[in-house]
Structures are given as structure tokens and as C-alpha cells.
Nanobody
């Protein structure tokens, strides 16, 4: 079972930036699609960004142009660079691994980290 550990969350003012990291255990990191999700209080978890094993990326409309997902297979790490943060970005952010290298539907992500809190003040 893969272990995913997120880091990099915190408190930031609106317009600021944060970079989240997610370190994965094991030797097969490069074979799997990875994703970032978030869940705000009282809301359902939503998909923020995904990256396939071939580094193809997809983003939720709400973060396009502001967030960038990337991966470093040598470090078994996936990143989420978040710029121009808004108060509505406040949520717990979760890293997740898909069951394949290319499937990026929310239901394809079955391994999860513990989450990291991002709070954006206005």
C-alpha cells in the first residue's frame, strides 16, 4: 500500500502563493497518475488538478491559470504550485494516486494522503 505525505500548507493572504508537496513511498511512483483534491468545510471534496504518468495535466476551471501541478519521478513527489490565492481556495488539500497511469476520473483515485490545510485570508 502506497503512503502519501503532503506538506506545504499554511496561512497566506489573498494574492499570495504556496507550493504543496506530496511524497510517495515505493518504487512505482512514475507509473501512476496523481491528483490533488480539496475539501472546504461543509462542501464535498473536489478534484483540483491531475497529472498522468506521461505528465499530461488537467485542472478544475476554478484554478486554471493560477495553479500548476507537476511531478518529479526521481523524488517520488508531486507538487501543486498555487498562485494568486483567493479566500475561496481555503480547504484541506489531499494528494491521491490513481489506479493507473492515465485514468483521472475522481473515482480512479483510491490511495490518499492525510491532507494539509490551506487557509487564505482576505
Amino acid at each position: 500500500q502506497v503512503q502519501l505525505v503532503e506538506s506545504g500548507g499554511g496561512l497566506v493572504q489573498a494574492g499570495g502563493s504556496l507550493r504543496l508537496s506530496c511524497a510517495a513511498s515505493g518504487r512505482t511512483f512514475s507509473l501512476y497518475a496523481m491528483g490533488w483534491f480539496r475539501q472546504a468545510p461543509g462542501k464535498e471534496r473536489e478534484l483540483v488538478a491531475t497529472i498522468t504518468s506521461g505528465a499530461r495535466t488537467n485542472y478544475a476551471d476554478s484554478v486554471k491559470g493560477r495553479f500548476t501541478i507537476s511531478r518529479d519521478n526521481a523524488k517520488n513527489t508531486v507538487y501543486l504550485q498555487m498562485n494568486n490565492l483567493k479566500p475561496e481556495d481555503t480547504a484541506v488539500y489531499y494528494c491521491a494516486r490513481s489506479t493507473t497511469g492515465w485514468d483521472i476520473r475522481p473515482r480512479d483515485f483510491t490511495s490518499w494522503g492525510q491532507g494539509t490545510q490551506v487557509t487564505v485570508s482576505s
